[in-house]
């Protein structure tokens, strides 16, 4: 029978084509078939090579989750960010996945638009499938969903935050920290009259209070606060300094949740004629990629996401493969960038 006789008769039965049908294409057992794909080793060359040209003659794909079950492994980690849309994220996420797939592991990725209920529906739906191990992005709270997690045992890695009562793991830095330091590089500047610009969210909203306490306890507060809301657009931040200006026009310095959100001010600023830095510092946060080529450049708060992804990655694959993270908890730190608009 020629091989395409019997890729046909494979074909006519559910439409998938099986291990066995490629094991009988290669003229072997679905022992040995099985051997080549997951134990190579164990296999000579010559049975090896017939296997491999049958795989692809057939267009099979292993089933995963039937090997994942019979393994009670799956080789898939989890995530859930915020957004990759314009993210600041996007370095962790790619450092992630490239660490991953070195390590023969896959990345599924999730987006919850800095919901909480939606972060809580990607988890029970993950949670379901038993992933060997789910990156979150940020602390998760008490709550239905920190329960199940704590519940799955399955290794869980907290990201870009730090508490004293992680789920499991962590590797992150404080957001309090970047506010009071942030408000003491401006007020080292000679700036006295501060304001921020920011998105609804939480790990926002301790930068914000910390800024805001440090600028206090230096006894030239209040800081004018203008909230965008849920919205993180160049748009919303040329409207937030339209507002802002309009509350307070002797601002003379400006602390952003986003570089996005800072661009929408720098935009917005030039628009109007004000002269920055001289009139208006501006700091943003996250140090994206177009933050140092902006005209001026942005000063920003730079965060280590490509080692968040790596020590996040490494974290779940020395649990996934039964060996033992000593290090728990990992403040990667973060560093403020003087640029041209402070």
């Known amino acids: 029978m ?49 296997v491999l040209e049958a795989v692809q003659k057939t267009g099979y794909v ?25 993210s600041v994220f996007m370095p962790t996420i ?19 638009g800095y919901s909480a209920s939606r972060e809580e529906s990607l988890l029970e739906a993950i949670i379901g499938r038993r992933p060997d191990g789910i990156f979150l992005t940020g602390i998760l709270r008490p709550g239905l969903g920190r329960t199940r997690l704590l ?25 309090n920290d970047i506010g009071r330091e942030v408000a003491r590089f401006l007020m080292g500047k000679g700036r006295k009259r501060m304001a921020l610009i920011r ?8 930068r914000a209070t910390a800024f805001a306490d440090a600028v206090s306890r230096a ?18 931040g040329r409207e937030a300094l339209g507002r802002l200006l ?29 002269d920055i830095p001289g009139r208006l510092a501006i700091v943003g946060f996250g140090d994206v990629p177009f933050a140092a080529d902006m005209a001026p450049a942005l000063s920003t708060v730079r965060i280590n996401g490509v080692d968040i992804g790596r020590l996040a990655a490494q974290f779940l694959i020395d649990r996934a493969e039964g060996r033992e993270v ?10 403020i960038v003087e640029r041209e608009t402070s």
């Open 199 to 206: 998105a609804e969210d939480e790990r926002a909203d301790r």
């Open 246 to 274: 309009a509350q307070a026009p002797d601002v003379d310095a400006v602390f952003c949740s986003s570089d996005l959100l800072a661009l929408g001010v720098l935009t917005e600023a030039r628009v109007r004629g004000l």
């Open 2 to 50: 020629k091989d395409s006789d019997n890729t046909r008769r494979a074909r006519r039965g559910s439409g998938a084509i099986t291990l066995r049908d490629v094991a009988l294409l290669a003229g072997v057992a679905p022992i040995t078939a099985s051997r080549v794909l997951n134990t190579p080793e164990q296999v000579s060359p010559d049975v090896r090579q017939k």
């Open 219 to 236: 006894g030239l507060g209040p800081v004018e606060v203008v909230n965008v809301g849920a919205s993180r657009s160049l748009g919303s």
């Open 326 to 335: 000593v290090h728990r908890v990992v403040d990667v730190g973060f560093s």
């Open 62 to 86: 292993p089933n995963r989750m039937a090997g994942g079950l019979a393994s009670s492994r799956s080789r898939l980690i989890a995530a859930v960010v915020p957004s990759t849309v314009m």
């Open 94 to 112: 790619e450092s992630l996945n490239g660490t991953l797939f070195d390590a023969g592991y896959q990345l599924m990725l999730g987006q919850s």
């Open 151 to 175: 519940a799955s045992g399955i290794p869980v890695v907290e990201t870009w935050d730090l508490t004293p009562t992680p789920i499991d793991m962590l590797v992150g830095f404080s957001h």
